[in-house]
Nanobody, 116 residues
């Protein structure tokens, strides 16, 4: 088991920036992937970005060039730097830790609202 606690969400004007943090209750080295997902009202949860335990990153096409995922292994924390935010980025953002193909953990989510 692991607890994931997100923080850093909020209200921002279009074009602004936010940095999300996800603090894990134990070492993140054991997870194949740490990722950020988001879910807007009426939409399915979608992958935003993820980072493998080897450091490889993947991004949704809609956020490439604007968002950056990173991690601090010593602090068991994963970050999502979001720049040039758009109203369509408005969603609840969830941290995910993938331990195996069938076992993953979710945080409680943090709301990001981008005003036009």
């Amino acid at each position: 088991q692991v607890q994931l606690v997100e923080s850093g969400g909020g209200l921002v004007q279009a074009g602004g920036s936010l940095r999300l943090s996800c603090a894990a209750s134990r070492s993140i080295r054991s997870f194949y992937f740490m990722g950020w997902y988001r879910q807007a009202p009426g939409n399915q949860r979608e992958l935003v970005a993820r980072i493998s335990n080897g450091g490889t990153t993947n991004y949704a096409d809609s956020v490439k060039g604007r968002f950056t995922i990173s991690r601090d292994m010593a602090k068991n924390t994963v970050f999502l730097q979001m720049n040039s935010l758009k109203p369509e980025d408005t969603a609840v953002y969830y941290c995910n830790a993938e331990e195996t193909l069938v076992v993953s953990y979710w945080g409680q989510g943090t709301q990001v609202t981008v005003l036009s």
